[in-house]
């Protein structure tokens, strides 16, 4: 779907990553100056992901280029970043460690810079939404037979299409190895993974969890997956083991009834933490689907910062969190 002005702009603001507002009310509200800050953000993030590995070593040459990013990225709203690179910074100022600290900034610095351009060239970004599971069977028969005839371009063509999707857990998994094999120009694979799955299209039909499976996207990490649970009034209820070996706890009740105690008084986005969690909870609620930063404090009082999804149940009006925590 192309994008208009309003378009790129409905787009950018939905990006959990920026603060548009704060960033447009910084350049007189004025779209095509935010804009070209973007581009200018977008162009710089492979020369600095490169300086800042080949640096990370050299202190001084470190925070030189670390400095300039975390300009860049406060410029745009990007103040999760930011406050990332600042952290980073200083470390390196002052001697401290902060090697550890710069892959996730790395991983997430791209992952912005992907979806900038892909809005600011015209094509929505958004969280993908739920696909048509019962039409799936036959766009992959379709992308089947132009392989077994040694075509590429109308097979990825349908496979573009689907992949603006999810489905479930493990169809969203076969789709990614389907488009790395296509790209690979594997066709025997790909006829391969086109066969592995058609029967879990319909398995998936099947499946009355279908919905939550699929909106649960980020479980495609092999890494545990935390998981928490919000009742009707927004009150912490449950929580499962791995939330409570990354906080260093050994029972729930140490920590449903404490959620802010491991919690830095603040967020990235210099929000205080109940006003961002009350925030994110509402989000998700509206919108069934919403995806956040947050940061909590383990018992020793280290930050651990995550990408949260939050799904609302809207037969019994709870919000459920999932995250990884890296």
């Given at each position: 779907m192309n994008l208009?002005?309003?378009?790129?702009?409905?787009?950018?603001?939905?990006?959990?990553?920026?603060?548009?507002?704060?960033?447009?009310?910084?350049?007189?509200?004025?779209?095509?100056?935010?804009?070209?800050?973007?581009?200018?953000?977008?162009?710089?993030?492979e020369p600095v992901c490169r300086q800042l590995s080949d640096s990370v070593n050299q202190?001084?040459?470190?925070?030189?280029?670390?400095h300039g990013i975390k300009g860049g990225l406060s410029t745009v709203g990007g103040l999760a970043l930011a406050e990332m690179a600042l952290r980073m910074e200083m470390a390196a100022r002052k001697g401290e460690a902060y090697a550890h600290l710069l892959p996730p900034f790395l991983t997430r610095l791209k992952e912005l810079g992907r979806k900038l351009d892909g809005i600011l060239n015209g094509m929505a970004q958004d969280t993908k939404v739920l696909g048509d599971?019962?039409?799936?069977?036959?766009?992959?028969?379709a992308i089947r037979e132009g392989l077994e005839l040694y075509e590429l371009e109308q097979p990825m063509d349908l496979l573009n299409e689907v992949r603006h999707f999810t489905f479930t857990k493990a169809i969203d998994q076969q789709l990614k190895q389907l488009h790395t094999a296509l790209s690979a120009i594997e066709y025997k694979a790909g006829i391969a993974i086109v066969d592995k799955l058609l029967p879990l299209c319909e398995q998936g039909q099947n499946d009355e969890d279908y919905e939550q499976q699929a909106r649960a996207g980020i479980q495609l990490s092999d890494k545990p997956v935390s998981y928490l649970l919000w009742d009707a009034q927004k009150n912490l209820i449950d929580c499962n083991?791995?939330?409570?070996?990354?906080?260093?706890?050994?029972?729930?009740?140490?920590?449903?009834?404490?959620?802010?105690?491991?919690?830095?008084?603040?967020?990235?986005?210099?929000?205080?933490?109940?006003?961002?969690?009350?925030?994110?909870?509402?989000?998700?609620?509206?919108?069934?689907?919403?995806?956040?930063?947050?940061?909590?404090?383990?018992?020793?009082?280290?930050?651990?910062?995550?990408?949260?999804?939050?799904?609302?149940?809207?037969?019994?009006?709870?919000?459920?969190?999932?995250?990884?925590?890296?």
């Open positions: 208009d002005d309003k378009g790129r702009l409905a787009a950018l603001a939905r990006l959990t990553e920026l603060n548009v507002p704060v960033a447009l009310e910084r350049m007189s509200n004025i779209q095509s100056v935010y804009e070209d800050a973007l581009r200018s953000l977008v162009n710089q993030v202190s001084d040459a470190f925070a030189v280029h670390i599971i019962t039409s799936l069977p036959a766009k992959l028969q083991e791995d939330v409570l070996t990354m906080l260093g706890l050994t029972a729930k009740e140490d920590f449903i009834g404490h959620f802010f105690d491991f919690a830095p008084p603040k967020q990235a986005q210099l929000q205080l933490s109940k006003e961002a969690h009350r925030m994110n909870l509402d989000r998700a609620i509206r919108d069934s689907l919403h995806v956040c930063m947050w940061t909590f404090w383990d018992v020793n009082g280290h930050e651990i910062s995550v990408e949260m999804t939050l799904i609302l149940n809207k037969q019994k009006r709870q919000v459920q969190g999932f995250f990884v925590a890296e």
